[in-house]
């Protein structure tokens, strides 16, 4: 399956991508019964990709609107249920007031490679469309390269 990874917001769309060990109400008591739990499906799926969409500028961290804060985040709620979770950003819209630079833009992809695969199983990069009009394969080599040393 494919979810975003702003999980705090992501019931509003009816989906609980978390596991069911995942006590939701001891964290999200404003919107989440004690029940919320007995929904999560990890468990059903054989992978998971959390997109990650952070801006550029927040390829680490520990909470939400982070790559690495999505990912580590992902993994949590996930409890091991899920044989394997991939996390990744959006490169084609992840900086729409266009306040970085194509240097920034290069580098948060090398970054993100490694950020989000040491928190998941795995990584991936939507839309690899973008990789290929802006002529940016190359930065997610190096990425790759980095993140498997």
Request: with cysteine; aromatic share 16%.
């Amino acid at each position: 399956m494919y979810v975003g990874g702003w999980y705090s917001s992501y019931y509003e769309v009816g989906v609980n991508w978390a596991s069911q060990k995942y006590n939701t109400s001891a964290y999200y008591s404003k919107w989440a019964t004690p029940k919320y739990k007995d929904y999560g499906y990890a468990a059903l799926m054989d992978q998971t990709l959390i997109g990650a969409y952070a801006s550029p500028g927040a390829v680490y961290g520990s909470g939400e609107w982070t790559m690495q804060g999505f990912s580590r985040l992902a993994k949590d709620k996930i409890k091991n249920d899920c044989p394997m979770v991939a996390a990744g950003p959006d490169v084609g819209n992840w900086d729409a007031d266009n306040k970085y630079t194509q240097a920034q833009e290069n580098q948060a992809i090398v970054n993100s490679v490694k950020a989000c695969m040491d928190e998941c199983d795995g990584y991936f990069l939507f839309d690899m469309i973008h990789l290929k009009m802006a002529n940016q394969w190359q930065y997610a080599k190096e990425g790759i390269d980095k993140a498997i040393k």
